[in-house]
Nanobody, 124 residues
Framework: QVQLVESGGGLVQAGDSLRLSCAASGRTFSSYAMGWFRQAPGKEREFVAAITWSGGNTYYADSVKGRFTISRDNAKNTVYLQMNSLKPEDTAVYYC?????????????????WGQGTQVTVSS
């Protein structure tokens, strides 16, 4: 069992940066690949970024590539999403998920555990 709690969201202006954190409980955190997803109002949840259990491989949606960076600290049971050059279209609730997959995956169905989400709002 893994419990996830996101933090770090807020209201920022276009071009600003934010760093989201996802703190996990459970001694098996390091065995899970982790991902970030987001859901904008009226839209389906979409993949943002993923990272393997070791942190050795990452995968990004085209819409955030070059602006967002996913990382993890297994000693702190935490995964991060550094978001730079934010745009109004990045406005959404951001969720972290944990998957037992050994490879990075954007498939939402493969994620077994989810956090409650943190709101990110980017004004123009």
């Amino acid at each position: 069992q893994v419990q996830l709690v996101e933090s770090g969201g807020g209201l920022v202006q276009a071009g600003d940066s934010l760093r989201l954190s996802c703190a996990a409980s459970g001694r098996t955190f390091s065995s899970y690949a982790m991902g970030w997803f987001r859901q904008a109002p009226g839209k389906e949840r979409e993949f943002v970024a993923a990272i393997t259990w070791s942190g050795g491989n990452t995968y990004y949606a085209d819409s955030v590539k070059g602006r967002f960076t996913i990382s993890r600290d297994n000693a702190k049971n935490t995964v991060y999403l550094q978001m730079n050059s934010l745009k109004p279209e990045d406005t959404a609730v951001y969720y972290c998920g944990a998957t037992p997959s050994v490879v990075v995956t954007r498939a939402e169905s493969s994620y077994r555990y989810w956090g409650q989400g943190t709101q990110v709002t980017v004004s123009s």
